[in-house]
């Protein structure tokens, strides 16, 4: 992230060495297998490599669009997967290509687009939204204290006649895992049902973004607003994705507006707080956070307990007592393992037979529960960075500010970032009471460092490393 934006001459690619196409397939393929088919297709199916100088990757991208989104969301990403292919990389250098996009491919620049209009208006005139999971219910959502605020809040615009100013937008955020998607189909399906005149639209933020693109692309902007103003309520999926710098988030939001503007209900979820949203103007930040914004916080014991309880009563099967507390206290991560571990007991029963025992548990669950037990505390990586550093661990929460100090600590809260599921004003706190701010500054500072300065970005990976074995 943060990388810079260079446009490349041919005889700096020229001094570069090719790569092998194998080890750029790789990188491709370890990409998709991180981000999954749709965002595959998206960013990285057309891009191809230039060569490497043993310092810079070189990179070509079929538009201008592609090469921002890239260096803004994935540079570090994919300088990561270079590496680990064997691709000596310390920073990324895309250009563009100007080859025409593959059909499959969803996004164009939209400047370039907008010059050279193809003829078609290839824009769905049906309905806009993904299709409602039935399988996520309000009634099957087990609460919490941990997800009560966010159950309730979710009820209440579920059920209200119409958006009301002090809940718009309805703002979820928590963790992977936690629920968000279940809400948020939990809305439309309850509105679906209760009130099947009300059109009600559901995105995710990827899709979102896609239909827009395209419908800057095909000029078909204002039908695409049309249909999204006259839903009753949009919501959104994952919004951290909108993230980052590019020229259609000011669209974007002035979308938002126009829908709280006239009354219609938004619900967004997302991965962190507003006021976390980092590379979002501060007057959409602060817009976003004028209603109602409720938090789903790290699930405890009861309620993992409470879930899988649930899941056995539907699914009717005999889940012993024993197992259950084996579950509950030993996946502690989020509930879509905690499901996960669940489904693979039930299925090798089924499969296997033998029946639900402890001895059966224990031994398909292993590498799950050791990937929980070895969750990192953000003690364990201020400890590490300090002894790497040769620091006194009370310098990581110091206020000292000199730079033999500032950097590691800021290192450390990139990694307790990256590690680690906490959120950046608990990451500040346990530096010494440090603002989000702080913390949001310090990541930016070393995925700025860690592309231009080699040295310190083998610090930053041999860290990684030490923290993950
Ligand atoms: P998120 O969108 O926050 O990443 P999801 O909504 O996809 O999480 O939830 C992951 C899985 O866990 C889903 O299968 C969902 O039904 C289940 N789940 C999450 N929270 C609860 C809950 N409180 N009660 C029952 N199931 C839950
Ligand atoms: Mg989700």
């Known amino acids: ?53 043993g310092f810079t990757l070189f990179l070509s991208a079929p538009t201008k669009f592609i090469r921002e989104w890239l260096y803004s969301n994935y540079g570090t990403k994919i300088i990561e997967l270079a590496r680990r292919e064997g691709i000596a990389a310390s920073r990324l250098e895309i250009s563009v290509s100007g080859t025409p996009l593959k059909e499959s491919a969803p996004v164009a620049t939209i400047e370039e687009e907008l010059g050279e209009q193809p003829n078609v208006v290839d824009f769905p005139s049906g309905d806009l939204s993904s299709p409602i999971d039935p399988r996520f219910t309000f009634d099957n959502f087990v609460v919490g204290k941990s997800n009560e605020l966010a159950f309730a809040a979710a009820r209440r615009v579920a059920e209200a006649a119409a958006a009301s100013p002090e809940s718009n937008p309805l703002f979820l955020y928590g963790g992977v895992g936690l629920g968000k998607t279940h809400l948020m189909h939990a809305i439309a399906g309850h509105i679906k049902k209760a009130n099947p005149s009300r059109k009600v639209v559901y ?8 239909h827009f693109i395209r419908a800057l692309r095909y000029k078909t902007i204002l039908e695409f607003k049309e249909q999204l103003r006259s839903a009753d309520m949009l919501l959104i999926d994952d919004v951290q994705f909108i993230n980052g710098k590019d020229s259609t988030q000011e669209e974007f939001f002035h979308t938002f507006n126009a829908l709280i503007d006239s009354n219609r209900q938004l619900v967004i979820s997302c991965d962190r707080s507003p006021t976390d949203l980092d590379g979002l103007e501060e007057r959409m930040r602060s817009r976003l956070g004028w209603g109602l914004v409720a938090d789903i916080h790290s699930t405890d014991y009861e309620l993992r307990l409470g879930v899988l309880e649930s899941k056995a009563e539907a699914a009717g099967i005999p889940f012993p007592r024993e197992v259950m507390e084996f579950l509950a206290s030993r996946i502690t991560s989020n509930i879509r393992e905690l499901e996960g571990a669940f489904n693979r007991v039930v299925a090798h029963s089924t499969l296997v037979g033998g029946g639900i025992t402890m001895e059966n548990a224990t031994e398909l669950l292993k590498d799950l529960v050791r990937a929980n037990d070895r969750r990192l505390t953000l003690e364990e990586i201020q400890k590490k960075v300090a002894e790497y550093f040769n620091l006194k661990v009370t310098d990581m929460y110091s206020a000292r500010r000199s730079r033999v100090v500032a950097r590691p600590r800021q290192i450390a809260m990139y990694l307790a970032k990256k590690l680690t ?44 490393k030490i923290l993950k074995q």
């Open 203 to 210: 995105l995710s933020a990827e899709k979102f973004l896609h």
């Open 1 to 53: 992230m943060g990388a810079e934006l260079i446009m490349l001459t041919t005889a700096q690619v020229s001094k570069s060495t090719p790569l092998l196409p194998e080890s750029w397939n790789k990188v491709k393929d370890r990409f998709k297998d991180e981000y999954g088919d749709a965002t595959y297709k998206s960013w990285m199916e057309n891009v191809a490599p230039l060569g490497s100088d």
């Open 421 to 464: 599921t906490k959120s950046l004003p608990e990451i500040g706190r346990s530096f010494g009471g440090k603002d989000h701010t702080t913390v949001m500054h310090a990541i930016k500072k070393v995925e700025e460092l860690v592309v231009t300065d080699a040295e310190f970005s083998d610090s930053v990976e041999m860290l990684t």
